[in-house]
């Protein structure tokens, strides 16, 4: 049964680092209740969850991509783009190293979050911006190339993370709004969806696609091309950039 990693928002998430748009205020009881029915979805879709233990003292710790990236049986820590959000990472080291996971870190003056990679098959893309530089990229390829990945950089700009701007259906296709993609021509295949949200899709296996309610024409489109789209509710975590990839971190099926 594939495992997906997660981590129940503290008490402090209203207090989430934005970046690219206004602060809203977070209802934290339905943030509570929108991450549980994130967390119901993947196991009603045939996922076993591993909780990483929750950090109180970090606001953005429930978006648990961000600390890592997974290809193979490695593991690289991040060091995270963000000052304040570093002390997540090593709760969700010793949780994806006791999976069986070997460990390699990103190293100062390398920075990198898990949200600006996006892996599609064995290429990686890694979003160059606001929180991944030059050398954690670099330091990135020197840990997976001998795993044969294919690491390239795509700048990002618009947005927060490279998967605030895209992400990949099942057979590889890049979706993404495009009113937010630096440069769809870094993909090998690009489309664009109608709105933001639907640019964020999880691949649960087979034909289904985790994805927010927020974006019922790209849920249509993609229902048009046969996929089955699993929808939930997270506009808390909108509120603070998050997106449906950001909330779990997938590990080998
Ligand atoms: C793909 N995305 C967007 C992510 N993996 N992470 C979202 C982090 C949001 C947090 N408030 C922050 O600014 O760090």
């Known amino acids: 049964m594939p495992t997906a990693l997660i981590r129940r928002p503290g008490p402090r998430l209203a207090e989430g680092l934005v970046t690219h748009i206004e602060r809203r205020p977070v209802d934290i009881a339905l943030a509570a209740s929108q991450w549980q029915q994130y967390v119901d979805a993947l196991h009603r879709t ?20 961000d600390t890592m990236v997974v290809y193979g049986d490695l593991a690289v820590i991040a060091r995270a783009g963000a000052n304040e959000r570093r002390p997540e990472a090593a709760a969700a080291e010793e949780t994806v190293a ?31 911006g606001g929180r991944t530089n030059t050398a954690g990229v670099e330091q990135l390829r020197a840990a997976f190339a ?16 490279l998967k605030s ?47 927010a309610a927020s974006a019922p024409r790209s849920a249509e ?26 909330l779990s971190v997938r590990l080998r099926q």
């Not at 390239?152 to 618009?158: L, Y």
């Open 46 to 65: 045939g996922w076993s969850t591993v909780e990483v233990p929750p950090i109180e003292e970090c606001p953005d710790s429930v978006f648990v991509e």
């Open 221 to 246: 489109l993609f229902a048009d091309l046969g996929y089955t789209p699993v929808v939930v509710d997270i506009s808390e975590f909108e509120k603070l950039e998050g997106c449906v990839t950001c």
């Open 98 to 128: 006791k999976q069986g996971y070997r460990i390699a870190h990103i190293t100062d003056p390398g920075t990198l979050d898990g949200g600006d990679v996006l892996k599609v098959g064995s290429t990686m893309y890694v979003g160059q």
């Open 165 to 211: 701007a895209v992400t990949a259906l099942p057979d590889g296709t890049v979706i993404g709004y495009e009113p937010l993609v630096d440069d769809p021509s870094a993909f090998d295949s690009f489309r664009s969806v109608p709105e933001e949200a639907g640019a964020h899709v999880v691949l649960l296996g087979e034909d289904r696609l985790l994805m």
């Open 146 to 161: 001998p795993l044969g990945a294919d690491v390239r950089a795509v700048p990002v700009r618009k947005v927060l993370h």
